[in-house]
């Protein structure tokens, strides 16, 4: 009996011998893939192979093999004959990717570059948290176009946050991921999903430890080791510090340089190049061999929203005006706070140049044009006037001005308010934008006679401000009154008649603005009441963690709705979301404006809510700023969209031109800088502007431009 069993022992330990051990992997191709980090942390060990078919006559029975793609996109990873039959008899478990062509895989030898498409799931494979139509984000993909029967996943562009709302209906789906034998075949390249910036990751767990335990058997994992290239600044509730604000200010300006955002004159022609005629003014970024401009040639307007497979992304090659005021704003406000006079240098010089380029000049220069002090839209459309740009490039030129203690520019600042008051109608609203053509046939009494009704507050509302600021420094009644006959109208169609553009949420954000100041000017009961109601309702959708939840308004008053069709997916603007109630954040139309009116609405009502509700929102920016050591030109940056239950930069990125990864170094960045200033400084715009000397150019100004109508 004893040697019975001895013979058994003996046997058992021979034929583990054989077998693999769950801890080793065998790799052929690339040693530092996101894969490979990950998987060393979880405690795995690899033995690494020049040649596939070698690999496989050394490899142990049973054993786990990953063939990675270490030339992706250029070149495909080739496929040895006799691969799935050696791989077989010897019951090898693995993964390959990005494959040539093989038996039974044919394609017509082209990769196909997707752009909006992303991964969606077509299998029962991954269990409840992973199952069917659930999206996976795998940023410029290329995949091999190549019929396969049965796929786990494919590629194809689907509207919808997490899942395919509309399944796959009406557009091209390429196989992704299948099975084949005992092993898994990707047509593209997924193990790098870190560098490529894939989402979200918990879908992208499940997937990698789903195939790893068909491979290996195990099936727990810690993810500690997790790769991130870019990530928040802070988690959600890591204890924040003055320090850490201050610091959050510091790196918000610095980006501006870090990124080469500033057009230097060495590089003005690849500038010009990339920005095109201004439709479609996107390319690669500043290269690394040339300087960064001190702003005396203008500022460019952040990344486009396309990512690349190494992480990295597009820049918007385009000068905007109002990025010039806002982003002069902000450098003056950290030059202030952070006792930095260098950043006050490149402040001015930008306000220097929107008074220096043909944003200001031409007709918007001559006294006798219909279109003298407004401000150009942008540097290839100058005469094109919306209402909301204006405002904002105002603003920055003078809270610029205030932090600088200057008054330089308070004459252009005062014909830059009064060219738009005098384009606004009898009912205080001007409309979406104005152009040249119709202001030079037409005139600007035609639009001061106007009786235009347009209650959208992303365009309209704040001008109004800039009249009830400029009403408090000049005592000019007019001022007054078109503001409040706007703001009268707009309040009393709240909220079944507000037209909305990404949705209702950014449209309270942009009233509280005027709101606040009217309060200032005008403290009345009702005028409290209209500040509580619409900022009330904003704060029905912040959260714990300070972020304030996007809410789509009715359908038959938005202009860009949630996406109708996987057609429609990304061929215009578009909200962050799919319907109310997803988790995301927008830093591009909401919380920055939201961050900015709240901190005016809190002084000038003293409320304790809305100062409580203003230090979540101030730590909410500061955690979720950017940080990426190998990304230099997004650190420092804000996102357009963050998931914050995920605590993640994910949503949908339908947005034809400011998508979920986009930046911007004015509407966003800017005001987040700037406002966390005022936050940090106890204070707000109103009280900071509140010596400028504006009044005293005032009458010239006003009985040049308004004539009879002073």
């Not at 969606?120 to 091999?144: P, Q, T, W, Y």
């Not at 994992?221 to 003055?242: D, G, H, I, K, Q």
């Not at 009441?529 to 714990?544: A, F, G, M, T, Y």
């Amino acid at each position: 009996m004893f040697r019975f069993w001895l013979l058994i022992l003996i046997s058992a330990f021979f034929t583990s011998c054989n077998l693999a051990s769950k801890d080793k992997i065998h790799v052929v191709g690339a040693e530092n893939s996101d894969l490979i980090q990950w998987l060393e942390g979880e405690g795995y060990t690899f033995e690494f192979h020049s040649e596939t078919m070698s690999a496989i006559d050394n490899m142990e029975k049973g054993a786990t093999l990953m063939v990675l793609s270490t030339e992706y996109p250029k070149k495909r990873v080739a496929v040895p004959e006799g691969f799935f039959t050696a791989a077989q008899q010897k019951d090898i478990k693995f993964y390959l990717e990005y494959p040539e062509d093989f038996e039974g895989l044919e394609s017509n030898g082209e990769v196909l570059k997707t752009r909006l498409e992303r991964a969606v799931v077509v299998s029962d494979e991954f269990g409840a948290e992973l199952s069917r139509m659930k999206i996976l984000g795998i940023n410029d993909c290329h995949v091999i176009p190549a019929e396969v029967s049965d796929p786990l996943l494919v590629v194809a562009k689907v509207a919808g946050l997490d899942s395919a709302v509309y399944g796959l209906e009406g557009v091209p789906a390429y196989p992704l991921l299948f099975k084949k034998d005992q092993g898994f075949i990707a047509l593209s390249k997924l193990s790098d999903f870190a560098k490529g910036r894939f989402g979200p990751e918990a879908h992208w767990k499940i997937l990698w430890s789903h195939i790893i335990s068909e491979l290996t058997g195990d099936s727990t994992f810690s993810y500690n080791s997790w790769p991130r290239y870019v990530e928040p600044a802070f988690n959600a509730t890591e204890t924040l510090s003055r320090t850490d604000k201050m610091n959050s200010v510091r790196n918000g300006v610095d980006w501006f340089e870090k990124g080469k955002f500033y057009i230097a004159e060495e590089w003005k022609d690849y500038w010009l190049k990339y920005q095109g005629n201004g439709t479609n003014p996107i390319g690669p970024p500043v290269p690394e061999k040339y300087s960064s401009g001190d702003g005396s040639e203008g500022l460019l307007e952040g990344h486009s929203s396309n990512i690349f497979y190494d992480g990295t992304q597009q820049y918007r090659y385009w000068i905007r005006a109002d990025v010039q005021g806002e982003a002069a704003y902000a450098l003056a406000a950290a030059a202030n706070l952070l006792e930095e006079p260098s950043y006050n240098i490149k402040a001015e010089n930008l306000v220097k140049f929107l008074y220096r380029e043909n944003l200001t000049n031409g007709p918007r220069n001559d006294p006798d044009s219909a279109a003298y002090g407004l401000i150009g839209w942008s540097n290839t459309h100058p005469f094109v006037y919306y209402g909301d740009d204006n405002a904002r490039a105002i603003l920055g030129v003078l809270g610029a001005m205030a932090h600088m203690q200057k008054e330089d520019w308070n004459e252009e600042m005062t014909e830059a308010i009064l060219a738009n008051f005098r384009t606004t109608g009898k009912n205080g609203f001007r409309s979406n934008r104005l152009n040249n053509t119709n202001l030079h046939q037409l005139g600007w009494k035609h639009y001061w006679n106007q009786e235009t009704i347009n209650p959208a507050p992303h365009f309209e509302s704040w001008m109004w401000a800039n009249y009830l600021w400029l009403y408090d420094k000049t005592g000019y009644e007019p001022l007054l009154t078109k503001a409040k006959k706007g703001i009268e109208i707009t309040m009393e169609g709240y909220p079944q008649d507000w037209l909305w553009t990404n949705g209702i949420q950014q449209e309270r954000a942009r009233m509280i603005l005027p709101l606040a100041w009217l309060v200032k000017v005008e403290d009345t009961p009702e005028h409290r009441e209209w500040l509580d109601r619409i900022v009330s309702k904003l704060l029905e959708n912040q959260v714990e963690s300070g972020a304030i939840r996007e809410e789509l308004g009715g359908a038959d008053k938005g202009r860009y709705g949630r996406t109708s069709s996987n057609q429609e997916y990304g061929l215009h603007e578009a909200p962050l979301i799919f319907e109310n109630g997803d988790p995301i954040a927008d830093m591009l139309y909401t919380s920055n404006f939201a961050f900015f009116s709240l901190n005016e609405a809190a002084h000038a009502t003293n409320n304790p809510e809305y100062f409580e509700a203003l230090e979540k929102l101030s730590d909410f920016m500061t955690r979720i700023q950017v940080k990426s050591d190998t990304i230099k030109d997004l650190d420092g940056a804000w996102f357009r969209a963050f998931d914050y239950e995920r605590w993640e930069y994910w949503a949908s990125n339908a947005d034809a031109g400011w998508g979920a990864w986009g930046t911007l170094t004015g509407w966003t960045q800017s005001w987040i800088v700037a406002t966390q200033v005022l936050v940090l400084q106890d204070q707000s715009y109103w009280e900071l502007t509140k010596n400028s000397k504006i009044g005293d150019s005032f009458d010239e100004k006003s009985s040049l431009m308004l004539e009879e109508y002073k």
